[in-house]
């Protein structure tokens, strides 16, 4: 059992190290789901299988796979909240966490070490993200984040449909209108035609732009 526990924080070590990173690249949604599609065989082998060392090999790939459910799953949920309930959620997300680890490890030593109840709920509440990612859109403060204002907007509209209310009626983002002044001033500037040219001690310079 104590191998089983330090294979899967081993396992946790690597997916920091490398896929940590990737719902920040790639979005919430599908890091999210692809790590939850994985887990979800992991979990049947899990119940099915008399090797050990099959056991151990599982236990290492999905601790892996927990910090892209985690980064994924938690970041999305926590994003999803608005602003004001923010800390308050993510706070109470964090403590339910811990809280199940403290209390599993407090069964298997106080009480039994019958796992197969743990594992099949587990299988179960796996095989219900997999189907609902398809219901959840991506997260709008990533979009948002990353400048994809028209998928942004999109997600807003459907976020708004879902809980039956008014779709909100806005026009541009701030940073959106702010993005689109930069690009046309750069445009601006990058076109030579809007520029007085005079010579000076003999060169040509830019001296004026036309307005």
């Given amino acids: ?56 090999a599982i236990s290492f790939i999905m601790g892996f796979l927990h910090i892209g459910i985690y980064n994924g799953g938690y970041v999305n949920v926590c994003e999803y909240v608005d602003k ?27 009480i039994s070490r019958y796992w197969l109840w743990y594992a099949l709920i587990g299988l179960v509440f796996n095989l219900i993200s997999f189907v609902g990612i398809f219901l ?6 990533y979009l948002y984040c990353f400048y994809m204002f028209p998928e942004c907007r999109a997600v807003i509209e459907k976020i708004a449909t879902w809980n039956r209310v008014k779709e909100p009626s806005f026009g541009k983002f701030d ?3 702010d993005i689109q002044q930069i690009r046309f001033s750069k445009q601006i500037a990058e076109r030579q035609d809007n520029y007085v040219y005079s010579i000076v001690k003999g060169e040509e310079h830019r001296t004026a732009i036309k307005i």
Avoid at 5 to 34: H, Q, T
Wanted: hydrophobic letters at 50%; charged letters at 15%; one cysteine or more.
């Fill in 136 to 141: 959840i859109p991506e997260s709008p403060e």
């Fill in 84 to 110: 004001p309930w923010k800390n308050h959620v993510c706070t109470v997300l964090l403590c339910f966490d811990m809280l199940s680890t403290i209390l599993i490890g407090v069964y298997f030593h106080y």
């Fill in 175 to 177: 940073v959106e209108v």
């Fill in 1 to 56: 059992m104590r191998l089983l526990s330090n294979l899967f924080y081993l396992g946790e070590v690597f997916g920091c190290i490398s896929i940590a990173r990737v719902p920040d690249l790639m979005g919430r949604k599908w890091p999210f789901f692809l790590s939850v599609a994985i887990q979800l065989p992991c979990l049947v082998t899990v119940v099915f299988s008399r090797s050990l060392h099959l056991n151990f």
